[in-house]
């Protein structure tokens, strides 16, 4: 019973930190930050869930493609406070004008948002609406959009597992971990995800880990690790992968 209580409590904070689902407050037996990364890709069935039921059922009611996949991810940055659009302007700003690690961590730190952020997320987020209303509004496409937000969030989880952290304070900080148990957790849960993408979606999965990896690299050059906008940053831009070669799959680019 008590280990129940114990991932039920993880399980709470991770939705805590990555959406802003009304969870309830955590008892006085709070968690560490690092405890709950196994639940990461558990938060990346739900969003994604969410996400491609907003886009198939708002096309039914006579919605054009362009205009159901605005609502859809309207939904989904209210589901997850866009956290993850927040750490990429971060990023974009802290890589773009910062002149060494320092600086950048500075810029990063600050919650005005620059040029190179407001660029990225236009980029970006332009990027997913197309992406998304060019996929087919039918109920097979659930799957394959839960799949890139389920990787997605077990890159995050591998971030702060295999990257040091930048900076001694922060979530980037409270969340890196060298538990072992959490990580290989995480994978377990991400399991499925991985299965169904043998299913014709394998290009998915190998497009979403490469820009992770990369992206991972690109955090050790310029920070020399990772922080909390590294790991949302990188979510996203892996997550809009998926969804760029999910458009390749399904004949559409």
């Not at 002149?99 to 961590?105: A, D, P, T």
């Not at 997605?152 to 990257?163: K, P």
């Amino acid at each position: 019973m008590i280990w129940i209580v114990k991932h039920l409590a993880e399980l709470q904070t991770a939705f805590l930190l990555l959406t802003r689902f009304p969870v309830g407050k955590l008892t006085s037996d709070n968690p560490k930050l690092a405890d709950g990364l196994w639940a990461f890709p558990i938060v990346g069935y739900v969003i994604g869930g969410i996400i491609a039921g907003c886009y198939i059922i708002t096309s039914q009611f006579m919605l054009n493609p362009f205009a159901a996949a605005v609502f859809g991810l309207i939904v989904g940055l209210l589901c997850t406070g866009a956290i993850h659009e927040d750490g990429l302007a971060d990023c974009a700003d802290g890589f773009g004008g910062g002149q060494n690690r320092e600086k950048k961590l500075a810029i990063m730190k600050d919650s005005a948002i620059g040029t190179y952020g407001t660029l990225a997320l236009i980029v970006v987020i332009g990027l997913r609406i197309y992406m998304l209303s060019s996929l087919p509004p039918i109920p097979e496409i659930v799957v394959p959009i839960i799949i890139c937000a389920v990787i997605s969030r077990f890159a995050m989880v591998g971030y702060l597992y295999f990257l040091p952290a930048a900076r001694e304070e922060g979530l980037g900080s409270q969340a890196s971990t060298e538990n072992k148990f959490s990580f290989f957790l995480s994978a377990t849960v991400t399991l499925p995800a991985f299965y169904m993408s043998f299913f014709g979606l394998i290009y998915v999965i190998i497009a979403i880990l490469v820009v992770a990896v990369l992206w991972g690299m690109v955090a050790k050059y310029q920070l020399g690790g990772q922080t909390g906008d590294v790991c949302g940053a990188g979510q996203l831009l892996s997550e809009t992968t998926g969804w760029v070669t999910l458009a390749s799959i399904y004949g559409v680019l």
